[in-house]
């Protein structure tokens, strides 16, 4: 295994097109640089609208960027191409909000599953019926609902089968757009202590964004924060916590998002 970090982001600048005839816009993301090491999970806060997603798209290679470049492991992560670009993609698993839009609602629970493997090319086999059951049992649900659909799911259930599914194809590292945030608060705490224990069980490095603070600030070992396009600021978890460099940061971290203060 490398001893290069798992990301290593420099200088990022994210921009989108401007409309028929409207003035070029600000960059979405303007210069952002951090480091995720290996096994660690990066929290990713700030206000809506200040890049979060953005930054999360670029990285996933589904938004152009205008400058800047991106390490996956010490590979130049933006230049790779066609079969390459392939294999590289197979180290992320994603998972976003709404897992009801992210699994088919025609396919079973054992399809939704077996999906990326088959994509690869791999056969249905016993083997793999059991690796399935096997992710779904990581993921704290029964095999009996293997021949289940989505609809048939709590909202915390459907999202345990997405994050079994982005780990099928055993990834390195897990990118998560506020996977709790449709979800009923007292389910949200369950589902971030799965990632947690998936995260130590298979070393896994985790970029989190989410809106919910004080849960980040728990099982971060870094923290980033956004304003408006900028990184604000990005330490150990705990140092951030303890010592926010910027106000805006002291305020969101005691206030959550009713915060007041304006980066
Ligand atoms: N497809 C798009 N085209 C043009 N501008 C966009 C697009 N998507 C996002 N933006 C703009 O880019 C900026 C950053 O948006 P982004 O979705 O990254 O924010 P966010 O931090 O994820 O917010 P939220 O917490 O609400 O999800 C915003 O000003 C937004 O209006
Ligand atoms: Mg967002």
Same mark, same amino acid.
Not at 35 to 43: S, V
Not at 200 to 213: A, D, I, P, Y
């Given at each position: 295994m490398s001893s290069a970090p798992m990301?290593?982001?420099?200088?990022?600048?994210?921009?989108?097109?401007?409309?028929?005839?409207?003035?070029?816009?600000? @960059?979405a993301v303007n210069g952002a640089s951090f480091?995720?090491?290996?096994?660690?999970?990066?929290?990713i806060v700030g206000e809506s609208g200040s890049g979060k997603t953005s930054l999360l798209r670029a990285i996933l290679r589904l938004l152009p960027v205008e400058?800047?470049?991106?390490?996956?492991?010490?590979?130049?992560?933006?230049?790779?191409?066609?079969?390459?670009?392939?294999?590289?993609?197979?180290?992320?698993g994603v998972v976003s909000q709404n897992p009801y839009l992210s699994l088919s @609602?025609?396919?079973?629970?054992?399809?939704?599953?077996?999906?990326p493997m088959l994509a690869q090319g791999q056969r249905p086999s016993p083997s793999m019926r059991r690796k399935i059951a096997g992710l779904l049992s990581d993921c704290g649900l029964p095999a009996d609902f293997l021949e289940r659909r989505a609809h048939e799911l709590s909202g915390g259930q459907?999202?345990?089968v997405a994050?079994?599914?982005?780990?099928?194809?055993? @990834?390195?590292?897990?990118?998560?757009?506020? @996977?709790?945030s449709a979800l009923d608060v007292s389910v949200q705490a369950q589902i971030l202590n799965l990632l947690s224990d998936l995260?130590?069980?298979?070393?896994?490095?985790?970029?989190?964004?989410?809106?919910?603070?004080?849960a980040v600030a728990h099982i971060s070992d870094a923290l980033l924060v956004m304003c408006r396009g900028d990184v604000i600021e990005f330490g150990r978890a705990e140092e951030v916590m303890r010592a926010p460099t910027q106000e805006y940061?002291?305020?969101?971290?005691?206030?959550?998002?009713?915060?007041?203060?304006?980066?």
């Open positions: 990301l290593d982001v420099e200088n990022l600048v994210i921009r989108y097109r401007a409309g028929l005839f409207a003035p070029r816009p600000k @960059p480091r995720l090491a290996k096994g660690e999970t990066l929290g400058g800047g470049s991106v390490r996956l492991e010490g590979q130049d992560w933006l230049q790779l191409k066609g079969q390459a670009l392939r294999s590289a993609r197979q180290k992320i @609602p025609r396919l079973t629970i054992a399809e939704i599953l077996a999906e459907a999202q345990r994050i079994a599914r982005a780990l099928a194809l055993e @990834p390195g590292l897990m990118i998560l757009d506020e @996977p709790t995260k130590e069980s298979r070393g896994l490095s985790m970029l989190l964004v989410t809106h919910n603070l004080k940061t002291r305020e969101l971290l005691s206030f959550g998002l009713r915060v007041r203060q304006r980066c």
